[in-house]
């Protein structure tokens, strides 16, 4: 089984779509679906296409599911003016956004995702799993879980993109642990997916108000371990001054997340401490097959994987080095170099970033190469 992604070409929202259907269309609060499971979506993308909730949406789509993207012309999308330009343009008034519109239907082809004109031509496979919630772990779940129970290390690091499991193995360890449990995350719905398989109260506490209750008492950490979710999306300061007063912390963090990347976000957060800690990373994902056409086209879409394929050149100065003003199309010609720099030195580097790079007006552009190596970049409006 697979999961399934089409585009419908309709000026109006189809009729036939199954009773249980999502349909998105607000996205001022995509984040709360993070950690649910949806058999059917539609994205209504008539007026502009949000691209961090493009990718939430696909990150809440089951095994077998579909995920339909309602768009209102297909031929004329690139001429076409797109609402969600005025979060990240500058622009007083929405613009056409015509180099995302070439690079996401090239994504479209590439995928072979198929563009139906009549709503007749959806296809629903209602075949699904029967819903249960497995409260074992995996065998890489346990054998983390094992490695922390030791002790070892005072900073634990859990990294995985979505669908691996982080939240899971987050509870299941908690099951295991002796002492009071404290959750910090960006978003509470991370209390609801930890519950699934803890039996074990963990406290939730926001950030900010984490980081006062620390300051007005410092024996608040005292005898509690100290869950962070989605650790990448919480500035450094709050990091390491929980860091500095919680004797065992654990970091789960979604690499190459929809809201930053998570690898960025270690390296400067753990230049910072003076701890010592373990790294673990889940690789396998759990919600859907490893070969899944639709993440891996989310990951090409969103340039998810291009901080990996960055080659990191160390500065010598002593040859020479270019400095030079660069247009957007150049830019753009070396796309997933300059944003896969971007993304590596600055750890909240976004969708909404990656759409203003292709089509906002008045950016300015400077590199700075070394021979054929990019070493630094200047990315201004």
Not at 14 to 27: R, Y
Not at 56 to 85: C, F, P, R, Y
Not at 203 to 227: C, K, R, Y
Not at 245 to 253: A, G
Request: charged residues 20%.
């Amino acid at each position: 089984m697979t999961r399934h992604f089409q585009i419908l070409i309709s000026e109006n929202m189809p009729s036939n779509l199954p009773a249980n259907t999502l349909i998105i269309n607000e996205f001022s609060k995509i984040q709360n679906l993070l950690g649910q499971e949806f058999e059917t979506i539609l994205f209504d993308a008539r007026k502009g296409i949000h691209l961090e909730a493009l990718a939430i949406a696909a990150g809440t789509l089951k095994m077998n599911g579909a995920l339909i993207v309602l768009l209102s012309n297909w031929e004329k999308l690139h001429s076409q003016i797109d609402e969600d330009s005025l979060r990240w343009s500058g622009s007083l008034e929405a613009i056409t956004t015509p180099r995302f519109i070439a690079y996401f239907k090239h994504c479209i082809h590439k995928y072979d995702f198929p563009v139906l004109y009549h709503q007749n031509d959806l296809k629903f496979d209602r075949t699904f799993q029967q819903l249960f919630v497995n409260h074992n772990a995996t065998l890489d779940q346990q054998k983390t879980i094992e490695q922390i129970l030791q002790k070892e290390s005072e900073l634990y690091f859990l990294t995985a993109k979505r669908g691996r499991g982080k939240s899971a193995l987050a509870g299941l360890l908690a099951n295991q642990l002796d002492t009071k449990i404290y959750l910090t995350a960006p978003n509470k719905s991370a209390v609801n997916i930890l519950a699934e398989f803890s039996q074990k109260e963990i406290i939730f506490i926001a950030p900010d108000a984490l980081f006062l209750a620390l300051q007005n008492d410092p024996s608040f950490s005292e005898n509690a371990w100290l869950f962070v979710d989605e650790a990448a999306m919480l500035p450094i300061a709050q990091l390491t001054a929980f860091s500095q007063h919680f004797k065992h912390i654990l970091f789960t963090t979604t690499i190459h997340s929809y809201e930053g990347t998570g690898r960025g976000f270690e390296l400067k957060f753990k230049q910072k401490i003076n701890r010592t800690f373990s790294d673990f990373e889940l690789i396998e994902p759990l919600r859907w097959s490893k070969d899944d056409a639709l993440e891996a086209f989310i990951d090409e879409l969103l340039l998810l994987n291009v901080e990996d394929d960055f080659k990191q050149t160390p500065y010598d100065k002593s040859k020479i080095c270019q400095i030079t003003e660069r247009s957007q199309e150049e830019i753009l010609s070396s796309l997933s170099q300059f944003y896969g720099l971007m993304t590596l030195a600055h750890y909240r580097t976004s969708p909404l970033d990656l759409r203003r790079l292709f089509d906002a007006n008045s950016q300015r552009f400077f590199t700075a190469e070394n021979e054929q190596d990019l070493l630094g970049a200047v990315w201004a409006l």
